[in-house]
């Protein structure tokens, strides 16, 4: 069995599952945010739900339009807040401690590997950088999953992405998936799961290998995993709040097919509108001014990311014309960058730092844009519209090349 | 149940953002959603929706974000049934969890133009073309997933089983929800 089937049928108490099995499985942690929540809490009591199935298993976190950006957000908000009150939620984060979801758990140890995870969020499968199974539901399955503890799956085949060789200068997991989604397409992985591997996955940080998980859905994938080896064991130690399992692939293990890649050949990539398979290298692109620039997200929000901005925009100016956006992803990412003296880089520089939040990156607050306006951004999606005004576009690019694009005004390589 | 209305059609990868923008999000009342329906991909589709109309797109209809405010505003603005040559994962099991009928069709999916009636039973997976007198098939809806559309989502299928609440848990028996054996 692969990785992925070995933690499905751990989780549903069965020795053996193969692609296509349907199967019941236990859940060890139920999330949901801001937008979604507020719908499966309604379901959960249309349903006659009185108490969740364990209180220390459903995650609330208000990031999207958090801290509220309006009336209609803090009503939505407070739905969360006091549904966690009601039924002493353990795992509840508001303003001040919250952080951007799929940053914020495996930073607090409540996402580990082998898990099963569910939830009301596409992003969900960024856990699998963690070697767990995580894959995004909507606000119904979650309110079922918060009766019940249990998910349905059909066990999905495994493609394989294996990397090879050596990474260019400012080539980063962001650069990776995205050459990869270019290759396969927006659905190339629907209803698959996506492993990566290979020597260079093994030499890539935890926040790169989260980077890469965490677009599995855009390209479709149920769920994106990393096995786990010694840098997610030294990740994940001193964090865990609980025991966890390691799971590894048999040496037989079925794959509905294996893409290899030599790394030697992919540049630093920039996604154009109005799709995340949409890449060119950044080397190719001509001539494209921006008006916005940010770096953040649930994508490329960790301190790794904040690192290399600052590397780029240390003792350097972002151009007039550009706004630039920074969002350390969680409260303890933002704390880290402000004792490093990133933060202090950034304003220098002219950029303007927020508190954790989702933001812009679904056009939801903090950085819309208007129309015929463009911006480049470490975030997951350039659909129409995302950003702000229907007619305005998204670029997506990894952090050094936002920073440097922000520092030129057009999008540019850092040197 | 026979449905009939007339075809609104698209193209391939029309994503949640672009069904119901995330600047809509703030609320999850269906009828405001419904305002907003299809806004950045077709800015006329409201205006132009009338109940029971169907939409036709290509391959990936509903990818992007997991918003079940997506099948919920298409709901509400009357849409009887969307026709598809594929469905993202995500959108197509919060469709048929809130109860609305979704099929996958190629043929139909091509053939389809914007304007043409259509007549669909979902019991046989039928699609009959009224305007261009063409007919084509899908698969047709197992019976549980015709229970949970006729239901009018998951929550009510289960409540509208007799002896599905776990009294001791104050939960819902888990057996009763195989409805995810289509396999999404």
Redesign the interface.
């Known amino acids: 069995m692969t990785i992925t089937e070995k933690i499905l049928a751990a989780g549903a108490g069965l020795k053996k599952v193969t692609p296509g099995d349907f199967i019941e499985c236990n859940v060890d942690i139920a999330l949901a945010n801001d937008v979604t929540a507020p719908l499966a809490i309604s379901e959960f009591k249309n349903a006659g739900g009185k108490k969740v199935f364990d209180r220390e298993k459903i995650v609330l976190v208000p990031d999207h339009f958090c801290p509220n950006k309006d009336i209609k957000s803090a009503e939505q908000a407070k739905i969360l807040r006091d549904f966690a009150k009601e039924q002493g939620l353990t795992h509840y984060y508001d303003v001040g401690r919250m952080g951007i979801e799929h940053a914020l758990l495996p930073e607090e140890g409540v996402v580990l590997p082998g898990d099963v995870i569910i939830g009301a969020d596409s992003h969900t499968c960024t856990y699998g950088a963690l070697g767990a199974f995580a894959t995004g539901v909507g606000s119904t399955d979650l309110a079922a999953c918060m009766l019940t503890g249990k998910a349905w799956f059909k066990v999905p085949p495994t493609l394989k992405f294996i990397f090879n060789g050596k990474l260019n200068k400012w080539v980063t997991g962001k650069d990776l998936i995205l050459y990869l989604i270019g290759d396969i397409g927006v659905d190339g992985a629907n209803y698959r799961a996506m492993e990566f591997s290979g020597e260079v996955i093994g030499k890539l940080s935890m926040s790169d290998r989260f980077t890469i998980c965490n677009m599995a859905i855009e390209a479709g994938g149920k769920a994106g995993i990393i096995p786990a080896d010694k840098k997610t064991l030294d990740y994940v130690e001193g964090r865990a709040e609980r025991p966890y399992e390691i799971y590894e692939n048999d040496k037989d293990a079925k794959y509905e097919k294996i893409i290899v890649y030599d790394c030697s050949k992919i540049e630093p990539v920039v996604a154009f509108p109005p799709l995340p398979s949409n890449r060119r290298f950044v080397k190719d692109v001509k001539d494209v001014k921006i008006d916005q620039s940010v770096i953040g997200s649930c994508t490329n929000g960790r301190i790794e990311d904040l690192r290399i901005a600052a590397q780029v925009l240390k003792g350097r100016k972002v151009h007039p014309d550009v706004r630039t956006i920074i969002f350390p992803a969680t409260q303890k990412i933002y704390l880290a960058a402000l004792k490093e003296g990133l933060i202090e880089i950034f304003i220098n520089s002219g950029c303007a730092v927020s508190t954790p939040t989702c933001g812009p990156c679904l056009g939801g607050h903090m950085g819309i844009l208007a129309k015929g306006e463009r911006a480049i951004a470490t975030t997951n999606r350039n659909f129409t519209g995302r950003m702000g005004h229907p007619e305005s576009e998204v670029y997506l690019s990894n952090p050094a090349v936002a920073a440097a694009s922000a520092i030129a005004g057009k999008i540019s390589l850092p040197e | 149940m026979i449905l009939k209305g007339k075809a609104h059609k698209y193209g391939d990868?029309v994503?949640t953002?672009?069904i119901i923008?995330?600047?809509y999000?703030?609320?999850?009342d269906p009828d405001e959603l419904a305002k907003h329906c299809m806004?950045?991909?077709d800015?006329d589709f409201v205006k132009n929706v009338s109940a029971g109309d169907i939409i036709v797109a290509g391959?990936?209809f509903g990818?992007?974000?997991?918003?079940?405010?997506a099948p919920?505003s298409i709901k509400a603005a009357g849409v009887s049934c969307i026709i598809a040559e594929?469905f993202?994962?995500?959108f197509f099991?919060?469709a048929i969890?809130?109860g609305l009928p979704i099929l996958e069709s190629k043929e139909a999916a091509q053939k389809i133009k914007t304007g043409d009636v259509l007549e669909i039973s979902l019991k046989e997976g039928k699609i009959k073309n009224l305007t261009r007198h063409q007919s084509y098939s899908s698969k047709p809806f197992p019976d549980f997933l015709l229970k949970i559309i006729n239901s009018d989502?998951?929550?009510n299928y289960?409540?509208n089983i007799p002896n599905s609440?776990d009294k001791k848990?104050?939960?819902?028996n888990?057996k009763k929800?195989?409805?995810?054996?289509y396999?999404?």
């Open positions: 990868n994503n953002d672009e923008p995330a600047r999000l703030n609320t999850a806004e950045d991909i800015g391959k990936n990818c992007g974000s997991s918003r079940e405010h919920l594929s993202a994962r995500i099991r919060n969890n809130i989502g998951l929550i289960i409540k609440r848990k104050g939960g819902v888990v929800l195989q409805y995810c054996c396999g999404r």
